[in-house]
């Protein structure tokens, strides 16, 4: 199982991005999808995850600016974030909980990361 992310980029302080994140290979249902992020010099942290029945659980740095959905027909979450602040530049990774058959155990998966800097 892969996780392909997509969308970082450099914008300024009170704009606007989209991270896209696509699961592909030998998946027969993900559970949990979300994202974590990571700064420099700190560890990584959960942003938003979303379960497989909708239901987001997200830090309370970005309630209210950022939005998670998820598609799963295309095996794909979204970020959406809005209202950024310098403070929100990391790294931001991709994760997923995926059973690879119906009578496997679910398994954790990373992307690579997208980059996500905001100036000021």
């Known amino acids: 199982v892969q996780l392909q992310a997509s969308g970082g980029g450099l914008v300024q302080a009170g704009g606007s991005l989209r991270l896209s994140c696509a699961a592909s290979g030998r998946i027969f249902s993900i559970n949990t999808m979300g994202w974590y992020r990571q700064a420099p010099g700190k560890q990584r942290e959960l942003v938003v995850v979303?379960?497989?029945?909708?239901?987001?659980t997200s830090a309370d740095s970005v309630k209210g600016r950022f939005t998670i959905s998820r598609d799963n027909s295309k095996n794909s979450v979204y970020l959406q974030m809005n209202g950024l602040k310098p403070d929100d530049t990391a790294v931001y990774y991709c994760n997923a909980d995926v059973k690879s058959g119906i009578a496997t155990r679910a398994r954790n998966y990373w992307g690579e990361g997208t980059q996500v800097t905001v100036s000021s």
């Open positions: 979303i379960s497989s029945g909708g239901t987001a």
